[in-house]
């Protein structure tokens, strides 16, 4: 198997044309890569461009500045744009569709028998404890189990690289422990490649070998932290001291940032 | 069905009625009081016609219309005349539903379409269809593709104005999601925005449905020489009272039939919503 390619943000900025006077810029020269095997996390204070990074990255969107690259590990030739699929904070499945049936768009859409696509599909729904919810609808289902079948519905696809786009963020606090360590056990086991956008520092050091830190708008990255906890890491790892001086150092940087976002906020006002 | 007068007739009788009825439970019941009160209605309307003695040209009784009903289907006339009737109306509401949801995907999906098709839709819309029986008379002559083109008329303007309604109220996370899943533009369209506007587009086809039941009846009145608005129009030239009271209530039963049917699809499309 061929290594899926490095995604690199070559000085990425992006500018949205303002009403009136000069553009507003919500991402600014950002510089960094995201490495074949690594979960890389990106956390910052609310509207700092987080999910829009996912998206430039999947392609949705493009840079006003800078570009977007995918380029080789090992001698930086260029490469062909890898494999993602996305695990979506509002979940964003198809109602009218079953379980199952959400989980095998992504197939139907590529063309695979229906046969095939049904296995496959009943695979990655036993891969993360949904057996015998095929036939339900997503209304029938609790947050957790709705972001599990939107988890599964990604996975099945195989990509190169998992975006996951504040995945547990409309979910209640106990579930949302519940999913991250299962999450981080599933990232473990698979040595999948992640990209994860994130509130929670905990989350992002329960999961990321690679923690990007975000200044308020306009985004820029304000420290990009490696994680060097062992694995398997879980809920537990927080008695680590490590741990804490890894949180420490987050929130430090964070709180500036949230303050300066929240200041900003009450100047737009 | 049943559900519903149940958990009234209880909460009405309170817990110490169930194993004997009181003589008032029958008139608790909504379904025994709505028959109840139709045959009532006719028991009456038997009696005083018979008391009166009007002219039965004025106001036959209800068993003389019961007779002139059976009469024209027995004789064939009047199966005749639904056949027709329903050919015209459903032949013509197919034309609008589906060029009314393939028209309404594409103003939704781009503004300059939109743009465009408003002005036709703002001016057509609120334009009573029946004010267009002269001019496609004219053009179309009073044949076939007259009475398709006059059904049609009336049920594509709500299919397209809920078409388009309820493709531009999807929620964009699902268009993302597919987008990322692999769905090119054709395939967000058919799988995403088309299945999402769904109830939307029902709810059209309820309103549409009904107006190309008036334009037909009414275009058949006009210009038919079969269908039932044409038997009722002409039944009431010549006094025949009786038939025109036939048809009426072949017309009643056909809206009954229809908002039936359209009530139980409802449930049907509707099942991932209720669940």
Redesign the interface.
């Known amino acids: 198997m061929i290594a899926p390619a490095v995604i690199e943000f070559d000085g990425v900025g992006l500018a949205y044309a303002a009403q009136s006077g000069a553009p507003t810029v919500a991402l600014d020269d950002l510089r960094c890569r995201f490495l074949p095997g690594k979960v890389t996390a990106i956390i910052g204070p609310s509207g700092c461009g987080k999910s829009t990074m996912l998206q430039i990255a999947?392609g949705?969107l493009d840079p006003t500045a800078g570009r977007l690259r995918f380029v080789e590990l090992a001698n930086g030739a260029a490469a062909e744009r890898p494999a993602?699929?996305?695990v979506?904070q509002?979940f964003?499945?198809?109602?009218?569709?079953t379980v199952i049936e959400n989980v095998e768009?992504?197939l139907r859409?590529?063309g695979m028998p229906a046969a095939e696509r049904r296995a496959r599909a009943k695979k990655a729904l036993a891969a993360i404890d949904l057996t015998g919810f095929d036939e339900?609808?997503?209304?029938?289902l609790s947050g957790g189990m709705r972001q599990r079948v939107g988890l599964a519905?990604a996975l099945v696809?195989e990509p190169d690289v998992l975006l996951l786009d504040e995945p547990f963020g409309s979910l209640d606090a106990q579930t949302r422990l519940v999913l991250q360590e299962q999450l981080a056990a599933l990232v473990e086991r698979s040595g999948t490649t992640a990209i994860l956008v994130t509130h929670s520092i905990e989350e992002a050091i329960l999961l990321a070998d690679t923690i990007l830190v975000m200044t308020a708008r306009p985004g820029r990255i304000a420290a990009e932290i490696e994680v060097d906890l062992p694995r398997p890491r879980s809920h537990g790892t927080a008695q680590d001291p490590a741990y804490g001086v890894l949180f420490e150092r987050i929130y430090g940087l964070l709180r500036d940032e949230v303050m300066r976002a929240m200041v900003g906020e009450r100047a737009d006002t | 069905m049943s559900g519903q007068p149940i958990a009234e007739r209880s909460s009405l009788s309170g817990a110490t009625a169930p194993a004997t009825k009181p003589a008032g439970s029958l008139l608790d019941d909504p379904r025994m009081l709505g028959w109840g009160a139709v045959v009532f209605v006719l028991v009456a309307w038997e009696l005083i016609a018979i008391l009166t003695g009007v002219n039965r040209l004025y106001l036959p009784r209800p068993t003389q219309i019961v007779v002139a009903l059976f009469d024209m289907f027995a004789n064939g006339k009047l199966t005749v005349d639904l056949g027709y009737t329903l050919y015209r109306i459903f032949a013509g509401f197919f034309i609008a539903l589906v060029v009314g949801v393939a028209l309404g995907i594409w103003i939704a999906t781009s503004a300059r379409v939109r743009a465009v098709a408003d002005m036709f839709i703002a001016a057509l819309y609120p334009l009573p269809k029946v004010t267009l029986i002269p001019l496609l008379i004219i053009w179309l002559g009073t044949g076939g593709p007259f009475m398709l083109t006059i059904s049609a008329l009336g049920a594509i303007f709500p299919i397209i104005i809920n078409t388009v309604l309820g493709v531009r109220q999807c929620?964009p996370?699902?268009v993302?999601?597919?987008?990322?899943?692999?769905?090119n533009q054709r395939?967000v369209m058919r799988?995403?925005l088309l299945?999402?506007a769904?109830p939307s587009i029902f709810a059209g086809v309820r309103l549409g449905l009904g107006v190309s039941i008036i334009l037909v009846v009414a275009a058949e009145m006009v210009v038919g020489k079969f269908g039932l608005g044409a038997r009722l129009y002409l039944a009431g030239q010549v006094l025949e009272t009786e038939q025109v009271f036939a048809v009426l209530i072949v017309l009643a039963a056909l809206g009954i039939v229809v908002t039936k049917i359209q009530d139980q699809i409802d449930i049907w499309l509707g099942?991932?919503?209720l669940?």
């Open positions: 999947r949705f993602m699929s996305t979506w509002a964003n499945l198809f109602p009218w569709l768009f992504g859409l590529g339900k609808y997503p209304r029938q519905r696809m | 929620d996370g699902l993302l999601a597919a987008r990322d899943l692999g769905a395939q799988l995403v299945p999402s769904i099942r991932w919503r669940a």
